[in-house]
Every structure is written in structure tokens, then in C-alpha cells.
């Protein structure tokens, strides 16, 4: 019985170590920059950056605009870091 409850307890605060690691990770917000076309399907990524979904999760998204015609050289080029 006490070998349990040591498990218990440890388990406990293996829990709570974690949380507060997320914590503090959240604490700080990510930068992230991500480029899009007019197509559909990035449409959950608008939704989700006007609901506040990426700041509620410590993230700074900056959804950018690519034209079609720019599209090519976005992927060819390195990326950049600010």
C-alpha cells in the first residue's frame, strides 16, 4: 500500500513538473512567420489566427500574402529569421 501511494505522489509530481514547464514555455511567445496563397485550404490558418487560437498557444503568427507569381522564389530563397 505505501509503495503505491509513493507512485501515486511521484506520478503527481511528474504532472505538475510538466505544467509548469509548459507553462513557462508559453510564458515567452514564438515568432512565426507563415507565407500563404489564395487557396482554400489556408483558410483554417486565417480562422485560427483571428479567433486568437496562436496567441492563446504562446505563438506571434504574421500570415503573409504570396502572389502566384512570387510563389517560386518564396520556396527558393533561404529563410529568414528576425
Known sequence: MVKSVGKIAS?????????GMAAS????ETK??????GWTGFAPLTLADKAGI???NGLDVELRMI???DRHLALASPCATT
Open 67 to 69: 502572389p502566384q507569381k
Open 32 to 37: 512565426i512567420a507563415l507565407g500563404m496563397s
Open 25 to 28: 514555455a508559453n510564458a515567452q
Open 54 to 56: 496562436f496567441k492563446k
Open 11 to 19: 506520478l503527481i509530481a511528474a504532472v505538475a513538473w510538466a505544467a
